[in-house]
């Protein structure tokens, strides 16, 4: 389930990693949250750092997922509903952990996250949320929390910034950056990073041979 370090590659500026670390449950404005503006270091600090620093803008999903329901309003629009429209008036089944226990929707859904069950992560009490370890509820909105519970060395590389793609700029003085979320590589319901192959090659030498040097006359 790692991603390689080189994922990080796609940075447009700058060249030096991201400082301090990103905690699951920081407030708005670090993790899951575009930060507006631009921030400034604490008063007194000497002039070679009290620079403006841009925003670190975490990719969000779409959030409270909807289910298609296949149909169209008068307007052309597609027909959505709240997951908890149909779960509100059925019985939770707690020991589904198989896409092939799914008998009434949710067909063709790939299901393979270990031995965790449908409700090891969806709130039986409310599914337009999430639910934690402990028993509490956690909007989709902070679905890197739950990530982060159980996927310990991956969300501490991610913060650091050594795991997860990212564009922008490694220099915050110079320009804002995004970072990718969970979700945008890792499908929920099966997470598991498929094997990936260069798009094309690299040369035998890696581009580390210098070029031969002009012919003068």
Known sequence: MLLAAALVAGVVGGA???SGT???HAAPGAVGTSVPGSERVPAGASPATDRARFAVRIRQPVVPPRVDTGRKDAHGQVVTVACGTCHATSTPRRETRS???????HQGLQYAHGTLTCLS???AANYDQLRL???RGLPFAETMSLCAQCHGPQFRDYSRGS???MTGYWDLSRGPRERNHCVDC???HAPRYPQVQPAFPLPPDRG???PPEPHHE
């Open 22 to 24: 990103l905690s699951p």
């Open 208 to 210: 580390l041979v210098a």
């Open 16 to 18: 030096a990693p991201e």
């Open 99 to 105: 896409a092939a226990e799914l008998d009434e929707f």
């Open 163 to 165: 795991h997860g793609g």
């Open 133 to 135: 370890a402990d028993g």
């Open 186 to 188: 890792h499908d929920p």
């Open 121 to 123: 992560c969806h709130d």
